[in-house]
């Protein structure tokens, strides 16, 4: 489950998953996990192509269900979303 906190992160890592590897041995107090990752990267990437008009309805709607399903709350959905 994503949180804000695993976002937090994400972010101080600028999205460089090694560079969080190397530091913090794939450990660190949010819990984030290499499959956190990944999903934040699946996430921003489809919500890319949503914001870009690039997606299909059936797709914009999965993965707002995705969203829903892997978010722990609305504050952590919307700043997935304002990550660029």
Do not use: C, P
């Not at 090694?18 to 041995?25: E, F, V, Y």
């Not at 914009?60 to 969203?67: G, M, T, V």
Request: hydrophobic share 45%; no cysteine; proline share 0%.
């Amino acid at each position: 489950m994503l949180t804000l906190d695993k976002l937090k992160v994400y972010l101080r890592f600028d999205g460089d998953m090694d560079g969080w590897a190397r530091t913090a041995n794939g450990h660190d107090a949010s819990g984030i996990t290499d499959a956190d990752w990944s999903l934040i990267e699946e996430l921003r990437q489809g919500l890319a192509l949503v914001a870009a008009g690039q997606a299909s309805q059936a797709f914009a709607a999965s993965l707002e269900s995705r969203l829903l399903d892997t978010t722990s709350d609305e504050t952590t959905r919307q700043a997935l979303r304002a990550l660029r």
